[in-house]
């Protein structure tokens, strides 16, 4: 009997306790913010959690490409064009050792005089990690001449021994160090894209369907014009319009500039939409009789309720922004050497003969598809996030 009354009152306490945790869990839920539900169900998307984490490494390069990289990347060696990448081994037979490479030997063909490089396995590297290298300043600002790994110097030799990861071009530069450095040109220039989509579409869209009327008519014929005309050859003429003699800061401003003027049309749609929509609310009306600027209305009231929506279209634009510089770059009316950027490496792998030889040219390509994919499916997570309701 004892035993009975001891049972049940266990189970009325776990009854009780479960009650009590789906009241704190509702309870919680109820009082949660809106950001904090897109977070919640933004978790559950694993695929998506997965991408993240592959766009911050490749946010984490664009940060830090002088650390991560090996060597200058616009040091030539002719004598080691065409070196294929490096194997790094980890394991002597069956036991796991540091990672080393092995020295490289380069023989000349008699037939067609091109030089064939192979591993000397008579000579070991051990890869060592927070080595000394060329110097460079960090974000402009900090001069340093520490990268993250390499290899020690030759006795009487200013210069480390070379170490390919990814090969070497046709003038003999090392790829993985220019795929780093131009990992951050690509990466920025969707980024910055971004915002002066961003800028212009919330202002132009806003106003378009805040006002009404001959605003909104002028906008959106605009609107109309600059979507009617074939996106690439509007993107080559205006490329082509880029003085070549200019450097390399003012072709970067000016490619962003010239990608930002397409992109923001679809968003300033989306938005005015939505504003048609919403300036007939009674938190609208009350904001203009209270002596509100158009810019308070559209920035303060009605845009804080159109951000999920805005975080995850703008996602899903840097992708199509980065494909678009990538693309100008590739045929040569982008970014432009001596700056380095993923179009500009890939610009080298448009001669077949030279791909047939290098295939490891092609490397930088594999960056674009990863990235890409990686924000899209990062853009579709959070689409799917910015309904938690749904």
Aim: net charge neutral.
């Amino acid at each position: 009997m004892s035993s009975d009354r001891e049972s049940m009152s266990s189970l009325t306490e776990d009854l009780e306790n479960s009650s009590s945790y789906i009241e704190f869990e509702d309870s919680e839920l109820f009082v949660a913010s809106q950001w904090q539900l897109i977070w919640w169900r933004f978790r559950r998307h694993k695929l998506a959690l997965v991408a993240t984490a592959v766009v911050a490494i490749f946010y984490t390069v664009c940060l830090m490409p002088e650390f991560l990289s090996v060597h200058e990347p616009r040091s030539e060696e002719s004598t080691r064009a065409f070196v294929p990448p490096q194997r790094v081994h980890f394991f002597d037979g069956r036991k796991p050792v540091l990672p080393y490479v092995y020295g490289l030997d380069g023989k000349r063909n008699e037939i067609t005089r091109a030089m064939e490089w192979q591993e000397d396995q008579t000579v070991v590297y051990t890869i060592k990690y927070f080595v000394k290298g060329h110097e460079y300043e960090w974000l402009g600002l900090i001069p340093s001449n520490t990268h993250l790994f390499g290899l020690d110097y030759k006795v009487g030799k200013k210069d480390p021994i070379p170490l390919y990861f990814f090969g070497t071009d046709r003038m003999g530069r090392d790829l993985w160090s220019r795929l780093m450095y131009g990992t951050r040109i690509s990466l920025s220039i969707g980024i910055v894209s971004v915002i002066l989509m961003l800028l212009l579409g919330v202002l132009l869209g806003g106003l378009s369907g805040l006002r009404g009327g001959t605003t909104d008519l002028i906008i959106q014929r605009v609107i109309e014009f600059l979507r009617a005309i074939p996106t690439i050859p509007l993107w080559l003429a205006l490329a082509a319009s880029v003085p070549a003699d200019w450097g390399v800061l003012k072709i970067y401003f000016a490619i962003t500039i010239i990608i930002s003027l397409i992109e923001w049309t679809r968003l300033a749609r989306e938005v005015r939409g939505r504003f048609l929509a919403m300036r007939e609310e009674d938190f609208v009306i009350a904001s203009r009789l209270y002596g509100s600027s158009e810019l308070r209305i559209i920035f303060r009231q009605m845009l804080p309720s159109f951000y999920s929506h805005i975080i995850a279209s703008t996602t899903l634009a840097i992708p199509a922004i980065i494909l678009s510089e990538t693309s100008l770059s590739f045929l040569g009316l982008g970014i432009r050497p001596p700056a380095i950027s993923w179009g500009v490496l890939l610009f080298e792998a448009q001669n077949l003969q030279a791909v047939a030889k290098a295939a490891w040219l092609m490397i930088p390509g594999l960056f674009v598809l990863v990235s890409i994919l990686a924000m899209n499916f990062m853009g579709d997570g959070l689409r799917d996030a910015a309904d938690p309701y749904g």
